[in-house]
Nanobody, 123 residues
């Protein structure tokens, strides 16, 4: 049974930082590309960042470039999202997802999803 469990969300002031973690189990983690997506109230889920199975390739939404960093530790079966200079518009539920193949920015390419962690940025 595949499980992706996000943690690290919370309430932070604008300009602050958070580090999200996603611990994976039940799959061969090192063979999966991993992505972070987010969904704000009343909006569709959107791509934030992704990383290839090796960690050699990373991808970012324009809104995340220069502020967020995705990384992974295959020895710990964990993917991270370091978020700096947070803005109120970053407020959303953040989800991690795993994809064996496919285009990293496309939601439908992902095979497994976590339950999400809430990030709230106050102004």
């Amino acid at each position: 049974q595949v499980q992706l469990v996000e943690s690290g969300g919370g309430l932070v002031q604008a300009g602050g930082s958070l580090r999200l973690s996603c611990a994976a189990s039940g799959l061969t983690f090192s063979t999966y590309g991993m992505g972070w997506f987010r969904q704000a109230p009343g909006k569709e889920r959107e791509f934030v960042a992704a990383i290839s199975w090796s960690g050699g390739d990373t991808y970012y939404a324009d809104s995340a470039k220069g502020r967020f960093t995705i990384s992974r530790d295959n020895a710990k079966n964990t993917v991270y999202l370091q978020m700096n200079s947070l803005k109120p518009e970053d407020t959303a539920v953040y989800y991690c997802a795993a994809a064996l193949t496919g285009k990293p920015r496309i939601i439908d390419e992902y095979d497994y999803w976590g339950q999400g962690t809430q990030v709230t940025v106050s102004s």
